[in-house]
């Protein structure tokens, strides 16, 4: 099961054609996508069915909105109606996939004023799922302080109660030397700052399957998205084409 997360930098544009030939070159079998745009959503899905990629949910955004796209090979089943993750809405779509685990695509929040009770709401959330297959993935805009950018980061605090609840950073656990998914520019395109704001957390169950989590860099490095594209690879679960559970 190869899971590819990647935030295309408002929907894509005229970028979209080849933001979907990068994407179906990881050969993933399960694509969340942050920044979806209203306009190219349609074109989104209709080019990641063709390759294969059957199931979607999406956040259905409207105008400039932001919102999330889950694409999978497996049949999916939205969780995000439930009352528990409502108040999430705008920065969490949830989906069960059908035979593996509970994915939860997860686009932070910017700015102070609503961060702090966005990750609130996530770490009560999380908790509850710690004990079952589940994956938290997606565009954070946030990292552990100090760890993945050079300053103090808004959400920073809620990250680490996502860990102590019993989740796993799935490229942390794996590397020491930060790689940065995400840079602020200067004059002329000059990169500045650096930022590890994509990831994939894993409750211990599902982390126990992980055989590898890394990011490819080449598709930021060619400006098709700000982002770098992350990649988790787990052992279980092959593709299937059986009804989702209900």
Same mark, same amino acid.
């Given at each position: 099961m190869k899971v590819l997360s990647w935030n295309i930098r408002q929907g894509g544009g005229r970028r979209l054609d080849v933001i979907v030939d990068a994407i179906a070159g990881h050969q993933p079998d399960l694509v969340v996508v942050n920044e979806l745009r209203a306009r190219t959503a349609p074109t989104l899905v209709a080019a990641l069915q063709a390759r294969g990629l059957t199931f979607h949910e999406h956040t259905s955004p409207t105008g400039s909105e932001n919102g999330m796209l889950i694409a999978s090979r497996l049949p999916l089943r939205s969780l995000s109606s439930g009352s528990r993750t409502r108040r999430l809405r705008r920065g969490f779509l949830e989906v069960d996939v059908a035979g593996w685990a509970v994915v939860g695509a997860v686009y932070g929040p910017l700015g102070r004023k609503p961060t702090r009770a966005f990750w609130n709401r996530l770490v009560r959330h999380a908790t509850t799922r710690a004990g079952e297959p589940y994956l938290l993935i997606g565009d954070f805009n946030t990292g552990e302080s100090r760890v993945d950018a050079y300053k103090i980061m808004a959400g920073s605090d809620q990250l680490l109660a996502i860990r102590a609840a019993g989740f796993v950073d799935l490229w942390r656990a794996r590397n020491s030397v930060t790689e940065y998914t995400w840079f602020s520019f200067g004059r002329g395109g000059l990169p500045l700052n650096g930022f590890r704001i994509d990831h994939a957390f894993a409750s211990t169950p599902l982390a126990n399957d992980a055989a590898r989590c890394y990011y490819s860099h080449a598709e930021r490095e060619a400006r098709l998205s700000d982002h770098s +594209? /992350? /990649? +988790? @690879?787990? *052992?279980?679960? @092959? $593709? *299937?084409?059986? $009804?989702? =559970? =209900?």
């Amino acid at each position: 099961m190869k899971v590819l997360s990647w935030n295309i930098r408002q929907g894509g544009g005229r970028r979209l054609d080849v933001i979907v030939d990068a994407i179906a070159g990881h050969q993933p079998d399960l694509v969340v996508v942050n920044e979806l745009r209203a306009r190219t959503a349609p074109t989104l899905v209709a080019a990641l069915q063709a390759r294969g990629l059957t199931f979607h949910e999406h956040t259905s955004p409207t105008g400039s909105e932001n919102g999330m796209l889950i694409a999978s090979r497996l049949p999916l089943r939205s969780l995000s109606s439930g009352s528990r993750t409502r108040r999430l809405r705008r920065g969490f779509l949830e989906v069960d996939v059908a035979g593996w685990a509970v994915v939860g695509a997860v686009y932070g929040p910017l700015g102070r004023k609503p961060t702090r009770a966005f990750w609130n709401r996530l770490v009560r959330h999380a908790t509850t799922r710690a004990g079952e297959p589940y994956l938290l993935i997606g565009d954070f805009n946030t990292g552990e302080s100090r760890v993945d950018a050079y300053k103090i980061m808004a959400g920073s605090d809620q990250l680490l109660a996502i860990r102590a609840a019993g989740f796993v950073d799935l490229w942390r656990a794996r590397n020491s030397v930060t790689e940065y998914t995400w840079f602020s520019f200067g004059r002329g395109g000059l990169p500045l700052n650096g930022f590890r704001i994509d990831h994939a957390f894993a409750s211990t169950p599902l982390a126990n399957d992980a055989a590898r989590c890394y990011y490819s860099h080449a598709e930021r490095e060619a400006r098709l998205s700000d982002h770098s +594209v /992350l /990649l +988790v @690879e787990f *052992t279980a679960a @092959e $593709p *299937t084409t059986q $009804p989702a =559970r =209900r």
